[in-house]
């Protein structure tokens, strides 16, 4: 028999370790992930309402789900992590003693409940991308349009880290190929003096002020204003003490100080772009971005990581709203760095009809 186990601070090393056995779990199913959504927002009224399924006392399954208001209507809530869905669940790998879809249809009725209980607007998941498990091979594991979902499709791109830096570089756009190699061909100059690449993983971390904090200060002065609180950068900080990330800080002489700063999240083998922040974007003529992203993957496959992620695609004919002109010209710019393009599979739900 199932049972729903609500995730409290007493069995979240169990949930964890959980994580880091199950093929289809990545960082956005642990507590960590979960801990800093929960942070974001200063003026929230966020739930965490995950549980894990057990059965016979041991854990086969666990749902990640978090209540917020909805940012254009904040009258009501729905499943969302911050302004993205929630990952779908992730089951245990031993196929022997479960069947898996068994448990996901009870799992989809418990979080129907939970959505009536908590007064909830509307659902949004997503399959990750970055799980070991092949979601093209196994989709009938995770296909909720069985469950009155409907769809949204996007696409993502996933760098193949194995093949080196030489195979990395030649299969990136052409434009990107050339910036790097003018970049870093002038041998740590530009046109407004020297500078360096520091980046900080769970070896050199040293205090939040000397690395996180720097970034902080530096997103405080990008966007003109403060987008998050306090604790949730200090919760990245603690993913870098943890092993699940990483920074690149860009120093400038002519400046002297750091100007930009780029995070990344890393889990088992793979690797997802964070966050991005610079004070300066004219330095190397505009092309500090692209530093901050070859500094990281060569960084990623020094450290023996295998996939990249550089984030979610965003084409006009595929939103009903066309996404704004600054949004548009960042999906493009990651698409530059290469990599496949995969098909993102996100559902919606609707808890109003229930």
């Not at 050339?178 to 690449?197: E, L, Q, S």
């Not at 070896?203 to 987008?227: A, L, P, W």
Request: glycine content about 6%; overall charge neutral.
């Amino acid at each position: 028999m199932m049972e729903f186990e609500p995730l409290t601070t007493e069995n979240e090393k169990e949930w964890n370790n959980f994580c880091l056995q199950s093929n289809s779990a990545w960082f956005r199913h642990t507590t960590y992930w979960m801990k800093y959504i929960m942070d974001c927002r200063e003026d929230s009224n966020s739930k965490n309402l995950s549980f894990m399924v057990k059965q016979n006392g041991k854990i086969i399954a666990v749902v990640p789900l978090i209540s917020q208001y909805i940012y254009s209507d904040k009258e009501n809530d729905e499943f969302a992590n911050y302004d993205t869905p929630v990952p779908i669940m992730a089951i245990k790998n031993d196929n022997v003693d479960i069947v898996r879809e068994k448990v996901f249809e009870e799992v989809q009725k418990y979080i129907d409940e939970l959505a009536i209980r908590n007064k909830i607007k509307i659902g949004k998941f997503f399959i990750d991308p970055l799980l070991k498990n092949n979601i093209c091979n196994n989709f009938d594991d995770f296909n909720l349009l069985k469950f009155s979902y409907f769809p949204d499709l996007k696409t993502t791109s996933i760098i193949d880290l194995t093949v080196g830096e030489d195979s990395v570089l030649r299969q990136m756009r052409k434009g990107h190929k050339a910036d790097i190699k003018a970049v870093f061909r002038d041998n740590y100059t530009n046109n407004r003096g020297g500078w360096r690449v520091d980046i900080f993983d769970y070896k050199n971390i040293g205090s939040f002020e000397t690395s996180v904090g720097i970034m902080e200060n530096i997103h405080f002065i990008d966007s003109g204003r403060k987008t998050r609180t306090e604790q949730s950068w200090v919760d990245m900080y603690e993913w870098i003490k943890n092993k699940m990330a990483f920074l690149v800080l860009v120093w400038s002489n002519d400046l002297n100080r750091y100007t930009t700063a780029g995070l990344f999240m890393n889990y088992k083998d793979s690797v997802y772009y964070a966050s991005y922040a610079t004070i300066d974007s004219s330095l190397f003529k505009g092309k500090v971005g692209y530093v901050v992203q070859w500094s990281a993957i060569k960084h990623m496959i020094e450290n023996g990581f295998s996939k990249y992620e550089t984030g979610w695609n965003y084409y006009p004919a595929n939103f009903k709203e066309k996404p704004d002109d600054k949004v548009m010209q960042i999906s493009s710019f990651k698409r530059g760095f290469g990599g496949k393009e995969y098909l993102l599979l996100s559902f919606y739900k609707d808890y109003g009809n229930l």
